[in-house]
């Protein structure tokens, strides 16, 4: 069976710091990675995705994936409050989502 | 530009009680269609998805069915709720071959009592 696995925190940072949220994966075989944002309340957003092993930025943002080792993190750099949510990291053609970590930024 | 809209957004049902969720989509077309649940802290659990008008795949065997009579439609239902339905419903859409992207609706938040 697919597999997701999150911390579910709470991850506490402090403003501007980095905040780095992990997630490990079960099937050696899927190609495609996605971190979803989730505002309390709110539906998931995708904020990023990653195909190939290594990094890739977008803004504040950088994806991480190591297929060997079976885990895609997400960098937040120069955190703000307004980052402050539940991340959900989701593979697969099929979305598996993991259960999320959820992020404060403290002021 | 591409919206997806879902009613009711919240909803308060009795044990029992029938349920129908509704999912329209606007500015695409052949979408592939998902219904997901969200337990209170929980992640998401993919309960149909379709690909087609007609076609509907269910991930996980319980009390709920879909259907997507409409190309940009999609319905839960269910004939009798149980206190377990409680939950986030969400609704997505992705364009047909670009996997795994996909863009939510508002939400229906149901309390089964």
């Known amino acids: 069976q697919k597999e997701v696995e999150q911390n579910s925190g709470p991850l506490s940072v402090p403003e501007g710091a980095i905040a780095s949220l992990n997630c490990t994966y079960s099937?050696?075989?899927?190609?495609?990675f996605f971190w979803y944002r989730q505002y309390s309340g709110k539906s998931p957003e995708l904020i990023m995705f990653?195909?190939?092993?290594g990094d890739k930025e977008d803004g504040r943002f950088t994806a991480q994936l190591n297929k060997a080792s079976q885990y895609v993190s997400l960098l937040i750099r120069d955190s703000q409050p307004s980052d402050s949510a539940t991340y959900l990291c989701?593979?697969?053609?099929?979305?598996?989502f993991g259960g999320g970590t959820r992020l404060m930024v403290k002021p | 530009s591409q919206t997806i809209h879902q009613w009711p957004a919240t909803l308060v049902q009795p044990v029992g009680s029938p349920l129908s969720l509704e999912c329209t989509v606007e500015?695409?077309?052949?979408?592939?269609l998902y219904w997901y649940r969200q337990a209170a802290g929980r992640g998401l659990q993919l309960l149909f998805y379709?690909?087609?008008?007609?076609?509907i795949s269910s991930e996980v065997p319980q009390n709920l069915s879909a259907s997507r009579p409409q190309d940009r439609q999609f319905i839960l239902s269910s004939k009798k709720l149980l206190l377990s339905d409680s939950g986030f419903y969400l609704c997505?859409?992705?364009?047909?071959?670009?996997?795994?992207?996909?863009?939510f609706g508002e939400g229906s938040r149901l309390t089964v009592l």
């Open positions: 989701a593979w697969g053609n099929m979305l598996t």
């Open positions: 099937d050696r075989g899927s190609q495609s």
């Open positions: 990653i195909y190939s092993n």
């Open positions: 500015g695409t077309s052949n979408p592939n």
């Open positions: 379709s690909v087609g008008i007609g076609q």
């Open positions: 997505a859409w992705e364009r047909q071959g670009a996997t795994g992207e996909l863009f």
